[in-house]
């Protein structure tokens, strides 16, 4: 009953809030991640300032991203297991504050030129945001009625790709307003904003609903040759999006010749548009498509891939803003979709465990392509390392094409 506050018998489902605080809901969770992911993202629009402060190569400054990532990889099964059987509202709230005390210790570690305590405090940020990212899926999830759910969630999600380009576009300018370092604790606010809104309207949800999965209910996820399908499809798209969030600034500024604040301007482009895909994922699958999903993945990394291929081939801005925007929204359709299709393609009861794995290795994409792309740019040039990208969306081709239907 859309307007209830209503739960089952045994906690575990609710019915939905009034359409007011859903929304209300879902923007303070929104805002959150938006503050969250504009932090985890930041560096690498101005990554040559970094890399001449600090005095590090591509691969180091690429770890400045890559190590969020990195942590949440680990941190993601555990996060969710905690979220079960505690407060996830107030284990969110906690979160928000750890982003706070994160980059506040960037911020001193960068203005003190330590590099070692500047990935270290981005290792607490990126515990904060896999913890905001399951709890927000999880919060909102329960705030929505049932007709409504994929809907909101997807609303949800799309605060990565807008923080992102808040992050992309922003940073250069904090940096040459206030210094490289501040580009730690410009986005904290935004978090901390986001908080009081959903403080209040997150009331009531969030509670511990009984035991974490068994370990031979999470071996049912690993031993699925279907979840670990879907899986490298979310590690190659994300490998995809964080290797041209990361690079592609450089790549502009660098062999393009653009200033670093029209390259972050410009980049910003291809997380935004995931705003949109992300969206549309799953209107497109569930509308278009009849509730397939294949057909969508094969379209993100089928228009993905001779994109990736031809990027360093065209040097005006006009055809790059467009390559940017069309691979932008490509590559983020599966992103925005491969959540949805794990918990469709196993039991129930275990829903929960196959989105966690899917977090989890799909981060492992993040964490390893900042610094994969790195290495291969000092070693070959972006040339190759785009050549590269565009193998990996070949894979993804692939993969795609073998992969099943869910039974719904």
């Known amino acids: 009953m859309a307007g209830s506050d209503e739960t089952d018998a045994d906690g575990s489902e609710m019915w939905g809030l009034s359409r007011a605080r859903t929304a209300g809901l879902v923007l303070g ?12 993202i930041v560096p690498a629009s101005v990554t040559p300032l970094i890399r001449e402060s600090l005095g590090v190569g591509s691969t180091r400054a690429g770890f400045l991203v890559g190590i969020m990532f990195g942590t949440a990889v680990v941190a993601s099964l555990p996060a969710g297991a905690v979220l079960d059987r505690t407060d996830s509202r107030r284990v969110m709230a906690l979160a928000v504050l750890g982003l706070v005390v994160a980059g506040v210790w960037g911020w001193v570690a960068g203005r003190n030129g330590n590099y070692w305590s500047v990935i270290a405090s981005r290792a607490v940020g990126g515990v904060a945001f896999v913890v905001v990212w399951n ?39 904090v940096a040459g307003r206030f210094g490289w370092p501040a580009i730690f ?26 035991e974490t999965p068994s370990l ?3 071996g049912t996820v690993l031993q699925s ?5 879907i899986g490298t499809l979310g590690f190659l798209s994300y490998a995809l999006y964080l290797f041209i969030n990361s690079w592609g600034s450089s790549y502009l500024t660098g062999e393009i010749g653009l200033s670093l604040a029209l390259s972050g301007a410009l980049v910003a482009v291809f997380p935004a548009i995931g705003a949109l895909s992300r969206v549309s994922s799953g ?22 891939t001779p994109l990736m291929f031809v990027f360093t081939q065209f040097g005006t801005i006009p055809v790059l803003i467009a390559m940017l925007f069309l691979s932008g929204f490509a590559i983020q359709l599966t992103l925005g979709l491969s959540f949805t299709y794990v918990r469709e393609i196993v039991e129930p009861h275990v829903a929960a465990t196959a989105v966690a794995f899917q977090t989890s290795v799909g981060l492992a994409g993040a964490f390893l392509s900042p610094i994969a792309g790195g290495a291969v740019i000092d070693a070959a040039g972006f040339d190759v390392a785009f050549a590269l990208a565009g193998g990996l969306g070949a894979v993804g081709v692939l993969l795609a094409w073998r992969a099943p239907e869910p039974s719904l």
């Open 283 to 304: 209107v497109l699958s569930d509308r278009v498509f009849g509730g397939k999903r294949r057909p969508v993945l094969i379209g993100s990394f089928g228009l993905a």
């Open 135 to 173: 709890a927000g899926i999880d919060i909102v999830s329960q705030g929505a009625s049932p007709e409504n759910r994929a809907t909101v969630v997807g609303v949800f999600t799309a605060s990565g790709p807008i923080g992102f380009a808040l992050g992309q576009s922003t940073g250069p300018i």
């Open 29 to 40: 969770a929104s805002l959150v991640s938006i503050g969250l992911a504009a932090y985890e």
């Open 216 to 218: 031979s209910e999470f």
């Open 185 to 210: 604790i410009a986005y904290t606010g935004v978090a901390l904003v986001g908080l009081t809104i959903f403080w209040p309207m997150s009331r009531g949800l969030g509670a511990a609903r009984g």
């Open 225 to 229: 040759g279907t979840v670990w399908r």
